[in-house]
């Protein structure tokens, strides 16, 4: 009895495994349920409403200055965690230590905690009577109830992207093209920009990206933390919750549509310019 051979075609091919019918259309209904149909909601609900209702609610004062507090704290949050995740990364891949693999674990805490957990042991460790909070209380600055608290809440939940963003990138480059620009008279400072760095960045901005749309949605960990001060440390997120419990769901969807339309912008911007950096550093 001969034995069925089954072709299977390459890239370039339309199919690798059978059932591409079956697999294709339940990709599909799970992403419009999970997805596409929960965001499209967004945009029918803010159809019941005018331009000028709309205008009104998403430029008040009290939401322009939500915006602020989300967008400004998660920038600030993002370069944070470009910095230290890049040198995280690069710890986790280059070195060998007693213990890698638990702090290689450790990355992952801020996904498997709960955010409202991370919030209240956040607050209690920044706060004035906190073990550091009351250090730098002493010395005129406060954490808690600040936009500097709410830096550090986001920071928190958005390192791990950077991390998981440029580790698999930097282990599987490949080291010859440092070695050979360092033969050839540059350090390794030189050799880190110019070799190195061109080649991380696409997963780095891709991290920074990811850490950045992270903070302006994230809520459980930053609403403790933050103190909720009108005008002051009030986030986006906390504006829509304050929009629901008073059933005003027509301002809550609206003040959501430009938090959606600012991510669904930036990581446009993002992809594009990775691409634009994978054909600069090709050329």
Known sequence: MEQQIVKVKNKKGVRVIPGFGLSMGVTLAMLSCIVLIPLASIFISVSKISLQEFVEIVTSRQVMSGYMVSFTCAFFAAIINGAFGLVLAWVLVRYDFPGK???????????????????????????????????????????????IGI???????????????????????????????????????????RVVL?????????????????????YGSVVFIAGNIPYETQIAPLLIMSKLEQFKYSDATAIALVLLLVSFLLMFLINSLQIYMQRFVKN
Request: hydrophobic share 55%.
């Open 101 to 147: 693999r638990i702090m290689d674990g450790m990355i992952e805490l801020p996904f498997a905690l709960p955010t409202a957990v991370a919030g209240i042991s956040l607050t209690f460790l920044y706060s004035d009577q906190g073990w550091i909070g009351q250090l730098f209380d002493k010395a005129g600055v406060r954490i808690a109830y600040t936009r």
């Open 151 to 193: 830096t550090i809440a986001m920071v928190f939940v958005g390192i791990p992207f950077v991390v998981r963003s440029v580790q698999p990138v930097l282990a599987k480059l490949d080291r010859q093209y440092e070695e050979a620009a360092m033969m050839l008279g540059a350090g390794r400072w030189r050799t880190f920009f």
């Open 198 to 218: 061109p080649e991380l960045f696409p997963a780095l901005l891709a991290g920074f990206g990811l850490a950045f749309a992270r903070g302006i949605g994230e």
